[in-house]
Each structure stands twice: as structure tokens, then as C-alpha cells.
């Protein structure tokens, strides 16, 4: 008799991340030099979204991507089904991370980073021409190769195509393609798919994608890793403090206090 596919239950499906010091073989080398790795101790995940934030190099991806394979997904990013690899390049991190799960299990998971993207789409339609690989795997990214749109017109497509209701996402810096409509967009359709018992693991720059309501932030920083409130990230208070008043933080910027910017 063909098995049942089990009925999808919605999140939330990881509870929690910590680091095990025990299976910790070289805490002298990368990534355990990282001060947010090493003072990573237990992130709690919230039910809907977690956020990363932190300055470039304090390790968002290497936790991220972390989390990807312990989780059995492919590290350069797509579902449990992508294996392929173009730089064998992932830290060990997997080995001393444990990652909680609930005993909900989710419906669908994916990894989508934006560095290594390209390769995702190039998979994609690598699958789709597979005369073994089952059809038209193109279809339940919107039906539109991949590759004969833009960067951000794809990326948004595999976002709002593939994924769905139920189902555990990290993803490593979405609005990388997007312009500001479209990270607007992202948030709308982020709303959608936790309403629908989603979860998402999300490492970002964003200030818009940042305002997410129901969502925990954590700030990966040379301390370790510590909750922030959005209006206390530096991406709010950054982007806020030069939209009020553009002119003078450009002045202040350039060194050219009292002297128009453009002269
Ligand atoms: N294989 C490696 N060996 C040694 N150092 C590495 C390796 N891979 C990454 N690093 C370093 O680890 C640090 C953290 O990298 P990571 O990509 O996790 O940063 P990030 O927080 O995601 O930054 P960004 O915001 O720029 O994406 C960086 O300084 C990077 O150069
Ligand atoms: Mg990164």
C-alpha cells in the first residue's frame, strides 16, 4: 500500500540552538575564534522568525549554514534534495552545534542564500531537464526559467513559489536582490506563510525586513550573541539617522561641516 504523506503541522519546528563545548575539537581555530561563536551559548527560536544582525564578518552565515546541515540541508543552499557542491567550503561547526527540534515536523525546508544563489537556480534547472528527475520541477518555481529573469525577479519567484505554509526556512540575506518595493513585498508574503504555521531562521541587513513584528532579533556582536529590539539595532537607528536629514549626515560624513554637499 503507498504511504500516506503525513497532514502538515504547523511550527514551530526548531526550538532551540546550542553550543556543545565537549565536541568542540580545536577552539583555537575558525569558527570558534569568532567571538559570536564562541560565546553562541543557547539561541532560543522563536515560533515565526529569528533574525541575525550583526556587523559583516561576526559569523551569521557560518551559524546559519551551520544550523543548514545539521538540519540535513544541502550548505550552499535549496531543499533536502540538493546535493551539490561548487566549493567544499562549510566550517565544522555542524559538529558542536545542536540544534533542538520540536516533535512537529515540517511539511517542506529549504536554505536560500543569496551568495550562493546562481548555483541554486543552475540546480534547479539542472533537475527540471533530468528525464529521471520526475518533471517539471520548474513548475513549482513559477513555471519561468530561473535564469531568464533577474536576479531579484527570480529570487522573489523561488520565494513566493516554492515555499509554502508549514514548512522551516533559513534563509541568508534575502534583500540582497530586492529593491525596497520588493522587500515590502518579501514582508507581506513572510506574513502569509507564518500565518500559515511557518518558520523562518532569516540573517539580514535589511531595516525593512528587520520591522518584521512577530519575530525575535538576535545581535551577533564581539560579546557574543544578545537579543536586540528592533529600534535599538543599528539598522534602525543607522538608516533613521540619515533619512532625517540626508545633507548633514553627508557633511558629517565627508568632513565638510557648514559647507554645502554638492558645491
Ligand atoms: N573557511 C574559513 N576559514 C577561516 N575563516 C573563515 C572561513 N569562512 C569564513 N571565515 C571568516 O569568518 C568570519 C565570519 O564569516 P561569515 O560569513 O559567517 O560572516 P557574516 O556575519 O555572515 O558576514 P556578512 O554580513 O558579511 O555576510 C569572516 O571574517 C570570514 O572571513
Ligand atoms: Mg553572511
Redesign the pocket.
Known amino acids: 500500500m503507498p504511504r500516506r504523506k503525513p497532514t502538515p503541522t504547523p511550527g514551530p519546528f526548531l526550538l532551540h540552538a546550542e553550543l556543545l563545548p565537549d565536541r568542540v575539537a580545536h577552539p583555537d581555530?575558525?569558527?570558534y575564534?569568532?567571538p559570536?561563536?564562541r560565546g553562541l551559548g543557547r539561541l532560543a527560536f522563536h515560533p515565526k522568525v529569528t533574525f541575525?544582525v550583526?556587523?559583516?564578518?561576526?559569523?551569521?552565515?557560518?551559524?546559519?549554514?551551520a544550523m543548514a546541515v545539521g538540519l540535513g540541508l544541502n550548505p550552499e543552499g535549496g531543499s533536502r534534495n540538493f546535493n551539490f557542491n561548487t566549493h567544499a567550503?562549510?566550517?565544522r561547526l555542524d559538529e558542536a552545534l545542536r540544534v533542538a527540534k520540536s516533535h512537529r515536523h515540517p511539511a517542506d525546508s529549504y536554505f536560500l542564500r543569496a551568495?550562493s544563489y546562481f548555483n541554486v537556480a543552475s540546480e534547479i534547472e539542472r533537475l527540471d531537464k533530468d528525464p529521471h528527475g520526475g518533471g517539471r520541477i520548474i513548475d513549482a518555481y513559477g513555471g519561468r526559467s530561473l535564469h531568464e529573469q533577474s536576479h531579484g525577479e527570480s529570487f522573489f519567484a523561488l520565494f513566493r513559489n516554492r515555499f509554502r505554509g508549514c514548512g522551516l526556512y533559513l534563509l541568508?540575506?534575502p534583500e540582497a536582490a530586492l529593491s525596497p518595493t520588493r522587500q515590502l513585498q518579501f514582508l507581506a508574503t513572510l506574513h502569509d506563510y507564518c500565518g500559515r504555521g511557518s518558520q523562518f531562521v532569516i540573517?539580514t541587513?535589511s531595516p525593512l525586513i528587520l520591522a518584521y513584528p512577530d519575530a525575535t532579533i538576535f545581535r551577533?556582536g564581539p560579546e557574543g550573541i544578545a537579543p536586540v529590539a528592533y529600534t535599538e539595532t543599528e539598522h534602525y537607528l543607522v538608516t533613521r539617522g540619515f533619512l532625517a536629514n540626508p545633507e548633514r549626515a553627508l557633511r558629517e560624513l565627508f568632513g565638510t561641516d557648514g559647507e554645502p554637499v554638492v558645491s
Open positions: 581555530r575558525f569558527p575564534t569568532l559570536a561563536v541575525f550583526g556587523e559583516n564578518g561576526s559569523g551569521k552565515s557560518t551559524v546559519l549554514e567550503s562549510h566550517s551568495e541568508d540575506e540573517a541587513h551577533f
